[in-house]
């Protein structure tokens, strides 16, 4: 069975006024993830990367429902004990490839399903999307539903503490692989990914590990510092950012400009995302705050 290597992106936005063309999906804060349904569950992340392993609750749900042959598109999350997404939840989860049982336990994650691409032998990325979130619901995997363009679900996703909604235009297709302006996510909190280019040592409690990390962007100059990051972790995710970019280190700054204080500086090679309440004219961001790392996302796909 023929599958795509990588789903389809939405690009950021706002709302469109054509509103009456979309329907509207919440949108999950978690990873994107391919359930591959052959002989078997198999589960795949962008680039192709094998999830299978890592998230064997995804096998275990999609074999529930009897579907023989089909590729499903939809989000992996962990629920926190009010049933709402929590980012900080799927860390612990998202760098280990053979969970023990006891962590499977403790932070169980959940799939979402939204888009079906692949069905009994027919490819479906040309039809429109409202006809696969139509053969989707009749799959009855438990897909959450989606709703009409002129709803008030974003207001609604704000009132849960929900990041937001991505909105889908409903004659279009799928293009595995693309950011397409078909699909627009409003996030009712500003985040993005950042580079990690060093940190800089704390002091008082956090002396001896990191106080903060080094955000960039790569821009057409390379590698662009952005600001430091210094709240929203906790002292054991600290502790493990310092083993994680100890390796990392390198003698001069990855950034094309210059940087405030003494920093150690890394390899930029890992990805985070920080919430954060500005993005200023001079490419700063105003007050950001600790997400968590983004080990889905690439280095180079992280651009103003």
């Given at each position: 069975m023929p599958y795509p290597v990588e789903p389809m992106l939405a690009v950021p936005g706002e709302l469109p006024l054509d509103r009456d063309m979309y329907g509207l999906e919440v949108k999950w804060d978690g990873i994107r993830a391919l359930a591959h349904i052959e002989d078997g569950v198999r589960v795949t992340g962008r680039h192709g990367v094998e999830y299978t392993r890592r998230y064997p609750e995804i096998s275990e749900f999609m074999s529930r429902f009897g579907v023989k042959h089909a590729i499903i598109d939809g989000e992996v999350v962990a629920l926190d004990p009010k049933g709402r997404p929590s980012f900080i939840r799927l860390q612990h989860r998202m760098h280990l490839t053979d969970p023990e049982p006891a962590m499977l336990k403790r932070y169980p994650v959940t799939y979402m399903p939204f888009d079906l691409l692949y069905l009994d032998g027919m490819p479906l990325f040309d039809l429109p999307y409202s006809?696969?979130?139509?053969?989707?619901?009749?799959?009855?995997?438990?897909?959450?539903?989606?709703?009409?363009?002129?709803?008030?679900?974003?207001?609604?996703?704000?009132?849960?503490?929900?990041?937001?909604?991505?909105?889908?235009?409903?004659d279009t297709p799928y293009r595995p692989g693309t950011r397409s302006p078909w699909w627009v996510k409003v996030k009712n909190l500003s985040t993005r990914e950042v580079v990690i280019g060093g940190w800089k040592p704390g002091k008082g409690r956090r002396s001896g590990g990191i106080g903060s990390l080094v955000m960039g962007v790569f821009t057409d100059a390379g590698l662009t510092y952005v600001g430091h990051v210094g709240t929203g972790f906790t002292d054991a995710v600290l502790d493990d950012l310092h083993e994680t970019l100890r390796p990392l280190e390198v003698a001069r700054s990855p950034f094309c400009n210059e940087v405030p204080w003494r920093n150690r500086w890394v390899r930029p090679d890992l990805v985070g995302e920080v919430a954060y309440t500005m993005w200023t004219d001079e490419q700063r961001l105003r007050h950001p705050v600790w997400r968590g790392l983004r080990p889905d996302k690439l280095p180079s796909e992280v651009t103003p």
């Open positions: 006809d696969r979130r139509a053969l989707l619901d009749e799959l009855d995997v438990g897909a959450p539903p989606y709703f009409p363009g002129d709803s008030d679900l974003l207001s609604a996703t704000y009132e849960q503490g929900l990041e937001g909604v991505v909105a889908k235009r409903l």
